[in-house]
């Protein structure tokens, strides 16, 4: 029986090692960056002040509805008696009736104060960050509505789809510390 020359045994063991120190690499590269992680540390987000309101957010979302939403730049937005981004322009009658809300989706609920003041607020769950509000509020309301990406539903895509679709270039990585852009800066509303 022949046997093995234990150099022959170092110099195979050598070579796998060598093998799996290049394969590894390549084999868990992808999976880490399939991972749904902010390690990087920046998350995407929507410029308030660069955003068109075009309509890409919710059609170009990997999410469905789309991971982004309305917010108010005020915790108190919405008490006065008509309000661009709820109602459509020129309705004949302010009234809660369908076909007077903008929203198609019925995201903004209308709750009376006092004569004449209603609060509006925002459904997240029924949003589907078309932006039609953020538009009527920015062309006949105070321009308090804007869009941001909730990031409790994004998933952190390392390509983001609406970003390579955006025409005005308004979505970009933002850090995490940092993930929501106010619209309101020093107590001041910028439009």
Request: net charge positive; glycine share 8%; with cysteine.
């Amino acid at each position: 029986m022949k046997e093995k020359n234990k150099y022959q045994s170092r110099r195979d063991f050598v070579r796998k090692a060598g093998q799996v120190l290049v394969v590894a690499p390549l084999v868990a590269l992808p999976v880490a960056l399939a991972r749904k992680t902010n390690a990087s540390g920046y998350v995407w987000q929507i410029d308030p002040f660069k955003c068109t309101q075009c309509g890409q957010c919710k059609t170009n979302c990997v999410k469905t509805p789309s991971a982004v939403k309305c917010y108010h730049a005020y915790p108190m937005c919405g008490y006065c008696d008509l309000c661009g981004g709820y109602l459509r322009q020129g309705v004949k009658t302010i009234n809660t009736a369908a076909e007077n809300q903008l929203c198609p989706t019925g995201a903004i609920i209308r709750q009376f104060v006092e004569e004449p003041y209603f609060e509006y607020t925002i459904d997240e769950d029924l949003c589907d960050g078309c932006g039609k509000c953020v538009m009527g509020c920015k062309d006949f309301g105070n321009g308090s509505l804007y869009l941001q990406i909730n990031q409790g539903l994004c998933d952190n895509c390392n390509d983001c789809l609406i970003a390579r679709k955006c025409p005005s270039n308004a979505i970009s990585r933002v850090p995490a510390d940092y993930q929501y852009i106010p619209k309101e800066k020093d107590g001041v509303l910028h439009k």
